[in-house]
């Protein structure tokens, strides 16, 4: 195969995978709106966590929220766990790894907020660990997965909401997650301002 046929199958594959998640992931997508703006009606706030790609992702959707996403609109309270690296590198070097994102949420997190999980393989050791402790202290948790769920989809309680992308490799799944947190952000501007463009 020529680098130039290996770019169209990796497009190809990308708008599969897509299509794929298309019909399964609508509900509970729709699902993960209503709980994030129920939340922020609430005067609550999102939490969003995860590693690597899915940390930038974390990133990404907290920034959409602050700042704005296609419309203008008032700020929304939302929080990216992967960006303070005093607290980060304090929590890792003290605790162990694990823990970076669980002593956030049990600082931060109020009964009422969400805390939006993210994991490719839905087994990240640190993302069960903040899984944990938004249950124990009464977060509702959004999901981000894929590869089948993995330890996570196992854990999620009956009013959380698994968002688990049908695919097994990384990159796909990554780039459908990158599609998720846009409609989220969609979603959450349609209910809140009643966008319809």
């Known amino acids: 195969m020529?680098?130039?046929?290996r770019i169209r199958q990796q497009f190809s594959d990308s708008v599969q995978t897509k299509l794929d998640a298309r019909e399964s992931l609508a509900a509970p997508v729709g699902?993960?709106?209503e709980a994030m703006v129920d939340c922020l009606l609430n005067n609550g706030k999102i939490l969003a966590c995860g590693n690597g790609g899915s940390a930038a992702d974390a990133q990404h959707l907290a920034a959409e929220l602050v700042g704005r996403f296609e419309v203008e609109r008032h700020e929304l309270a939302a929080i990216a766990l992967t960006t303070d690296t005093s607290?980060?590198?304090a929590i890792?070097?003290?605790?162990?790894?694990?823990?970076?994102?669980?002593?956030?949420?049990?600082a931060l997190?109020?009964?009422?907020?969400?805390l939006v999980a993210i994991s490719t393989s839905g087994n990240s050791?640190?993302?069960?660990?903040?899984?944990d402790v938004a249950h124990e202290n009464e977060l509702r948790v959004i999901?981000?997965?894929?590869?089948?769920?993995?330890?996570?989809?196992?854990?999620?309680?009956?009013?959380?909401?698994?968002?688990?992308?049908?695919?097994e490799r990384t990159a796909r799944i990554q780039e459908t997650?990158?599609?998720?947190?846009?409609?989220?952000?969609?979603?959450?501007?349609?209910?809140?301002?009643?966008?319809?463009?």
């Open 92 to 106: 890792a070097n003290d605790y162990g790894f694990e823990a970076i994102f669980a002593k956030q949420v049990r």
């Open 2 to 5: 020529d680098l130039t046929d």
């Open 31 to 33: 699902r993960a709106i």
């Open 125 to 131: 050791a640190n993302v069960i660990a903040a899984i």
């Open 143 to 167: 999901a981000l997965t894929g590869k089948g769920g993995g330890v996570i989809g196992e854990m999620l309680h009956e009013d959380d909401v698994h968002i688990c992308v049908p695919a």
């Open 177 to 197: 997650h990158l599609l998720i947190i846009h409609c989220l952000c969609d979603g959450i501007d349609c209910l809140l301002l009643g966008v319809e463009e």
């Open 87 to 89: 607290i980060l590198s």
């Open 109 to 114: 997190g109020q009964p009422g907020d969400v």
